[in-house]
């Protein structure tokens, strides 16, 4: 799992230890298991956000990690041309490579530790795929593509895209030097990472060697999430057992706690963990498919847009996928609104 990394952490700035006297310790609220699934043409993922209620993850909306799976000659795969409207989507790419095309002409390429952050705003088409040379040569391919909320009067912003680097985050170490903490989005003890946000939110990946704890700072407004990538340990004040694949969302308080076990296993020689946090918008959502909007009407409505070809048309210099079907986005499960995707009622207040 290389990332990005360094040969020596305790060159880093180091975070400042966090005061037992004065911070208050987050709970755990609940560990669930994100069930395994394919995306796209066929990639393995794990549902990360299965089972949360969207009050508890406000303002994220959904998550999947992509592999970890090593390819052979011929097998990877990406996904088909599809639409997003009403939120951001973040790709932070592990291991392996993607390559993005969209209807606006734009693209890209994402390699180990890179992001890429595109506000789908109003509405795009685009596409995910390996380059060629991947999908002759196979390889490792493991990453995590993260939804994040717009609020309604940001959800008809423009396309745009953020290109982060994996050298552009913001790498830090824990007070004792157990753990290299990449900071991607955000803030912690007032060390910025370089993405931008509509809705203020941070994301972190940090790695935890054998037996070390990790103690942060966390915004007492913010929602607080920690999903294991690879690897054993502990979270919160309950030192709540927890293993790759596992999603715990804490309850209130001002520091989050994740230490690794001494044994880990020889694949993973470290616990990883992506932490994320955000100030929550409190709207109405609905999620269907490709998109996450306020009311039903709207969504009826971007499907309209896109069947109209309003979200934009497939360039015709494209790279050879196929396009979805208009009236069923097979690609991203549409189908008729799931309630366990709807919150049309008001948030209740956050406790």
Known sequence: MPAVTVDDVLALPRIPAV??????????????TAPSGVEGEGFPVRRAFAGVSMRELDPFVHMDQMGEVDY???????TPWHPHRGFETVTYMIDGIFDHHDSTGGGGRITNGDTQWMTAGAGILHIEAPPEQLVVSGGLFHGIQLWV?????????????????????????????????????????????????????????TT?????TLQLPWPADYTALAYLLAGRGNVGTERRPIHTGQLAVFGPGDTVRIAADTRQDSHHPNLEVLLLGGLPIGEPVVHYGPFVMNTKQEITQAMADYQAGRLGQIPAQSVPHHQPDAATLPYLDAGPPDP????????????
């Open 19 to 32: 005061d037992p006297a004065s911070a208050v310790e987050r709970t755990v609220r609940s560990v669930t």
């Open 72 to 78: 052979a000659p011929g097998e990877p795969k990406g």
């Open 149 to 205: 909320n717009l609020p309604a009067a940001s959800k008809w912003t423009p396309p745009r895209y953020q290109d982060i680097r994996g050298r552009q985050a913001r790498l830090l170490s824990s007070p004792d030097g157990g753990a290299l903490v990449r900071v991607i989005a955000g803030q912690v003890a007032g060390h910025a990472g370089p993405g931008t946000t509509f809705t203020p939110i941070t994301m972190i990946h």
């Open 208 to 212: 935890v060697s054998p037996g070390a």
């Open 340 to 351: 366990t995707h709807s919150n049309e009622a008001p948030p209740r207040a956050r406790d």
